[in-house]
Structure formats: structure tokens, C-alpha cells
């Protein structure tokens, strides 16, 4: 039973700034290898992987997100981030959290990820 629920959406102006939390139970990040990712999905488009990372703390991001956006975890706490700069009006989007534990292969947004929060609402508007 593994469970995931994001927090730390907001509505927030151009330029502001935002951490959104994954919360991850039904297994010990710190005893386990994984892949964990951030995904967005906006009114209208596909969904867009937006970055990744495994246990080892490598980490992929989007075009669209690079300098802007970062992407950690922390094994004590369980949780999984995404620190937010520069928020853009095209970043507006609902933000989902995704894990795979025994991950075999690269960590990317291009897995298929079993286990998936229930998303948090990011609104960047003047």
C-alpha cells in the first residue's frame, strides 16, 4: 500500500517561489532504491514529466523547468520536493508526485510509474 500525497500548491504572482512536498508511506525511502518524479498536467494538455530523481540522487528535468526548478529528496523525512523559482504563468498546472521502488534501469520521466499522489494545484497569475 504504498501512498503518496503532495502538499504546498498555491496561487501564486509571476516571479514567486514554491515548495511542493510528496509525502511517501507504505515504505521507508531510506531502506529502498527507487525512482521518484514530479509530473504537471495543465486544463487541456498532455501531461509533461517535469523532473526525476533516484536513490542514488541523480536527476533529470524538463526544458521547460531547467534553472528553475529543483528537484529533492529526504530519506529521513520520507519526501520527496520540488523547490519552484520564477514561477512563469505557463507553469499553472496540477503537480503530481510518482514513485517505482527496485527501479531497473535509468530514473527518468519516462518510466512507468506505478504509484501516484493525488496532485496539488499550482496557480501563477497577476
Known amino acids: 500500500q504504498v501512498h503518496l500525497v503532495e502538499s504546498g500548491g498555491a496561487s501564486v504572482r509571476p516571479g514567486g517561489s514554491l515548495r511542493l512536498s510528496c509525502a511517501a508511506s507504505g515504505y521507508t525511502l531510506s531502506y529502498i532504491s527507487y525512482c521518484m518524479g514530479w509530473f504537471r498536467q495543465a486544463p487541456g494538455k498532455e501531461r509533461e514529466g517535469v523532473s526525476s530523481i533516484d536513490s542514488a540522487r541523480s536527476t533529470s528535468y524538463a526544458d521547460s523547468v531547467k534553472g528553475r526548478f529543483t528537484i529533492s529528496v529526504d530519506n529521513a523525512k520520507n519526501t520527496l520536493y520540488l523547490q519552484i523559482n520564477d514561477l512563469k504563468p505557463e507553469d499553472t498546472a496540477m503537480y503530481y508526485c510518482?514513485?517505482?521502488?527496485?527501479?531497473?534501469?535509468?530514473?527518468?520521466?519516462?518510466?512507468?510509474?506505478?504509484?501516484w499522489g493525488q496532485g496539488t494545484q499550482v496557480t501563477v497569475s497577476s
Open positions: 510518482a514513485a517505482e521502488t527496485f527501479p531497473m534501469g535509468t530514473c527518468s520521466t519516462g518510466r512507468v510509474f506505478p504509484y
